[in-house]
């Protein structure tokens, strides 16, 4: 027989299993005999997965250069200004006509930002 067997947990629909898992720990806590883990237990299980992960030293160095390499993109973001947000581009406004004209950016200037008691009185 080739293929994959139509019987059994594994073959059913997640949404499925969810249901007949969540239907046996409902179960369980009622009957008493479900297991809570205490904070001594959790801690423990955690250190032992750390342990057990932390012997791969590939594994390692891959994420702590991913990590490495996260953090120095931020920190580039960061000196570059806000995150992927254009430019402003400061705005020469007339009070004799309607029409916004840009002004050359400067790099002594700073972006000319209305405050808001001024733009909402025009």
């Not at 996260?70 to 570059?80: C, D």
């Not at 400061?90 to 050359?104: K, N």
């Amino acid at each position: 027989m080739t293929g994959k067997s139509r019987r059994g947990f594994a073959s059913m629909d997640p949404s499925r299993q969810r249901e007949i898992a969540s239907k046996g720990g409902r179960a369980a806590h009622e009957k008493g005999t479900a297991h809570e883990w205490s904070s001594d237990e959790a801690r423990n299980a955690g250190r032992k997965g750390g342990v057990t992960v932390s012997r791969d030293r590939a594994h390692m160095a891959a994420i702590g250069r991913e990590g490495g390499e996260s953090r120095s993109a931020a920190a580039r973001e960061a000196r570059l200004g806000e995150r992927n947000v254009e430019r402003e581009v400061p705005m020469q406004v007339s009070r004799e006509s309607d029409r916004s004209t840009p002004i050359a950016p400067m790099a002594d200037r700073a972006p000319m930002i209305p405050r808001s008691d001024e733009s909402s009185a025009r």
